[in-house]
């Protein structure tokens, strides 16, 4: 009875336009067709029975059912794309699909809220994350219930294949076409912003999918515009209002299909590390391998280039121990080679370097695309000593290769020298060689991670978090206390007097002034306010911890530096209105809604800014990445923390040794005080060895660079520290 009086509901709605009311059943499925009516009817039946309701209150049901639906409606589109036999078997695999998800909700063992709050803090894949944490991932469970229900084996096979490969199983053409066209509209979805939850988290296009279906041979724009008319029309039926996927975001879409293509590289490629640390060839370094020695985990929970960078140089350092190792990034408007990232002796001074296109030996393998070893420097005609004379360093022996992802180049890593002064070897340079293939794959992905979440997270003109995010940031109870305290409070601010020529808003003009506005919300917010640009016109501050007076203080504030910045202009004056409202957390779920009322007019902005290609924006964003981080204090006398630890150390060069006194102590610098004379010299290597005064009475064993010599007491840098060590 529900399913007939929704069905005539459809019929007889303004979308079919008939001029007479049809109340007979049978009427209506010759408007709509069997078809129609067969997908409704399983559609409703799905939803009722197994998806209305969950267990966990970060499982949104409703954002979940929606990606069902949509990738139900856009797996039957590229079924006709594809031209396979029959799309509405299609789309019920592609309604099926994620059905895993709800049985881990309801029958699981763990919490799949917590799972979905895991995801929100780390880099890993929602499948990835399932398997670690459940055990199982939600395309095996739902492939499971699917077979003991009986349903016919080619949906069970897309359920289960839709995350995993299957290039070796004996499937027929069929099978395979089916399960590659669920796979695609799952991905297509997500690049859309109607993922199965509300986090940037696209998942990864089996290799086998793009060599059962050519992706560029469909329009796929027209594709998941047919698909978001659909669900317009479907969320009717359902008497929903889903949460809106604004416009088509074709940037969007084609930034994740490259960012899927390096997925699929990084995770069916071996971590080179892993046959090394196999072979336990503990002569490479003197950590231990097992602890230590690994690349693919590390990298695939980095969480931004820097993050990968330092994890890749880390490794470099573990396996290679060299003097002195770097990337060099190409700047893509001079060709200059960059000294991007520095690890060793003169880092201080080679940080931010440059060396002219072509030049040197990085500049050869540059231009090259060619790995290199050079043994003795002095014989080699390409080496440029340019860099020896600033920083007072003699390089001998030098291996480097480049950065490159197909086509792509836009880096070189090099190392020079080896703590045991002996030469690289031809191994040395294929291990590396490896690493750095495996490496440049990681940052291509996290580049276009990177530039996803700014599309989605960011406004472009202002660089200010956008609409999407403050929904998100109030979306929950607990995350607004844990954020924001018990009592907060919001400034709506509306610019007035913004220019419309010719009916057509914005304009370089409109530009300047919003972005004159944004500085100025920047300048006088506290370090833990949070700033939105919500529309066009209109920004949101919201302050942690702030009462009624203190965000009156704020608003006056604005508004006084404001004043200053914006002289009285007759023809286009600019004002800046403000709002302020004081808010309990526990309230904090109406606050949406709070803004709507009061923004009923605000128009969405959408980020598509063109995200441009890695080769010619590399550079840049890690010399922007390296700005922010803040350089390092002056190591005086009050760094770390002060202790009192009786040690060893044993010199590398000479193998002197003797006792010390560790004084101070942090996660990169050690501070201590030496038994008797010696010939340590600033800039010598130290192997030392101390206990902690912690309940487990830890050892540490460690190599350290002798940074300051003032009579017995020496100041030392951690050789190569890990990438969370931090002062």
């Given at each position: 009875p529900g399913i007939s009086v929704r069905v005539l509901e459809i019929v007889n709605s303004a979308m079919y336009g008939l001029k007479r009311k049809i109340t007979a059943l049978s009427e209506a499925v010759v408007f709509l067709g069997l078809d129609e009516i067969k997908k409704l009817a399983i559609g409703m039946t799905v939803f009722e029975k197994l998806f209305k309701t969950g267990r966990a209150e970060k499982f949104d049901r409703l954002l979940f059912w929606r990606h069902c639906i949509s990738v139900a409606v856009l797996s039957m589109e590229i079924a006709k794309e594809t031209r396979y036999p029959d799309p509405e078997e299609a789309y019920i695999a592609g309604l099926l699909h994620?059905?895993?998800?709800?049985?881990?909700?309801?029958?699981?063992?763990?919490?799949?809220?917590?799972?979905?709050?895991?995801?929100?803090?780390?880099?890993?894949?929602?499948?990835?994350?399932?398997?670690?944490?459940?055990?199982?991932?939600?395309?095996?469970?739902?492939?499971?219930?699917?077979?003991?229900?009986?349903?016919?084996?080619?949906?069970?096979?897309?359920?289960?294949?839709?995350?995993?490969?299957?290039?070796?199983?004996?499937?027929?053409?069929?099978?395979?076409?089916?399960?590659?066209?669920?796979?695609?509209?799952?991905?297509?979805?997500?690049?859309?912003?109607?993922?199965?939850?509300?986090?940037?988290?696209?998942?990864?296009?089996?290799?086998?999918?793009?060599?059962?279906?050519?992706?560029?041979?469909?329009?796929?724009?027209?594709?998941?515009?047919?698909?978001?008319?659909?669900?317009?029309?479907?969320?009717?039926?359902?008497?929903?209002?889903?949460?809106?996927?604004?416009?088509?975001?074709?940037?969007?879409?084609?930034?994740?299909?490259?960012?899927?293509?390096?997925?699929?590289?990084?995770?069916?490629?071996?971590?080179?590390?892993?046959?090394?640390?196999?072979?336990?060839?503990?002569?490479?370094?003197?950590?231990s391998f097992e602890m230590e020695l690994e690349l693919g985990k590390p990298l695939a929970k980095a969480k931004n280039i820097k993050e990968v960078l330092d994890i890749v140089m880390y490794q470099v350092g573990l396996v290679f121990e060299p003097l002195h190792w770097s990337i060099l990034l190409k700047d893509p408007k001079t060709e200059d080679m960059v000294f991007s990232v520095v690890v060793?002796?003169?880092?201080?001074?080679?940080?931010?370097?440059?060396?002219?296109?072509?030049?040197?030996?990085?500049?050869?393998?540059?231009?090259?695309?060619?790995?290199?070893?050079?043994?003795?420097?002095?014989?080699?005609?390409?080496?440029?000593?340019?860099?020896?004379?600033?920083?007072?360093?003699?390089?001998?022996?030098?291996?480097?290769?480049?950065?490159?992802?197909?086509?792509?180049?836009?880096?070189?890593?090099?190392?020079?020298?080896?703590?045991?002064?002996?030469?690289?070897?031809?191994?040395?340079?294929?291990?590396?060689?490896?690493?750095?293939?495996?490496?440049?794959?990681?940052?291509e992905r996290a580049y276009y991670n990177q530039a996803l979440t700014a599309l989605a997270t960011k406004d472009a003109l202002t660089g200010l978090k956008n609409r999407w995010s403050f929904e998100r940031a109030v979306s929950s109870k607990d995350d607004v206390m844990k954020r924001y305290g018990t009592i907060f409070s919001m400034l709506i601010t509306v610019v007035d007097g913004l220019r419309d020529d010719e009916g057509i808003s914005g304009g370089t003009g409109n530009d300047d002034v919003l972005k004159r506005i944004a500085e100025i919300l920047n300048t006088t917010k506290r370090r833990q306010d949070d700033i939105f640009r919500y529309g066009e016109d209109t920004f949101i501050l919201l302050l942690p911890l702030t009462y009624a007076d203190d965000a009156d203080l704020a608003k006056h504030r604005i508004l006084k530096t404001f004043s200053s910045a914006f002289t009285p202009n007759l023809q286009a004056p600019i004002q800046l209105q403000i709002q302020a409202y004081t808010v309990s957390a526990e309230d904090s779920v109406h606050l949406k809604t709070l803004v709507k009322g009061v923004l009923p007019k605000s128009k969405l902005l959408l980020n598509d800014s063109r995200v441009k290609e890695i080769e010619d924006n590399l550079q840049t964003l890690v010399e922007k990445e390296n700005k922010k981080t803040e350089p390092d204090a002056d190591k005086g006398p009050a760094f770390g923390k002060a202790v009192s630890l009786t040690g060893e150390f044993i010199r590398l060069k000479t193998r002197e040794s003797g006792y010390i006194q560790v004084e101070r102590l942090s996660m990169l610098t050690v501070g201590f005080r030496i038994s008797k004379s010696n010939r340590i010299e600033v800039n010598d290597f130290l192997d030392i060895k101390f206990i902690l005064d912690d309940l487990k009475k830890s050892i540490i064993d460690r190599r350290v660079v002798v940074r300051e010599i003032k009579a017995t007491y020496i100041l030392a840098d951690f050789y190569n520290p890990p990438p969370y060590a931090k002062d």
């Open positions: 994620d059905i895993g998800k709800v049985l881990l909700d309801i029958q699981g063992q763990v919490n799949y809220g917590d799972l979905i709050n895991e995801l929100e803090n780390t880099a890993d894949l929602v499948i990835e994350k399932e398997r670690s944490l459940l055990g199982l991932g939600h395309d095996d469970v739902g492939a499971f219930f699917c077979s003991l229900w009986k349903l016919p084996e080619k949906l069970s096979m897309a359920v289960k294949y839709h995350h995993q490969p299957f290039e070796h199983l004996s499937l027929t053409h069929e099978e395979k076409h089916l399960i590659s066209i669920v796979s695609a509209a799952d991905f297509l979805c997500w690049t859309q912003g109607i993922g199965s939850f509300d986090i940037i988290r696209p998942p990864i296009l089996p290799p086998e999918v793009e060599k059962t279906i050519d992706l560029s041979s469909i329009n796929l724009i027209d594709c998941i515009q047919r698909m978001n008319k659909e669900v317009d029309n479907i969320s009717k039926f359902y008497h929903f209002v889903f949460p809106s996927a604004n416009q088509l975001k074709e940037n969007l879409l084609w930034t994740n299909l490259k960012l899927s293509k390096a997925n699929t590289r990084y995770y069916y490629q071996e971590d080179p590390l892993t046959r090394l640390r196999e072979e336990g060839d503990s002569s490479k370094s003197r950590m060793g002796s003169s880092k201080d001074k080679l940080q931010g370097a440059r060396l002219p296109k072509g030049e040197g030996l990085a500049g050869y393998i540059m231009e090259k695309g060619e790995a290199l070893i050079v043994e003795d420097v002095e014989k080699d005609s390409r080496f440029s000593s340019r860099v020896d004379q600033y920083t007072g360093f003699k390089t001998r022996s030098i291996i480097g290769t480049p950065l490159k992802t197909g086509d792509k180049m836009f880096g070189v890593i090099e190392l020079i020298n080896k703590i045991n002064e002996e030469k690289f070897t031809g191994k040395d340079l294929k291990i590396l060689s490896s690493i750095a293939e495996y490496a440049a794959i990681a940052i």
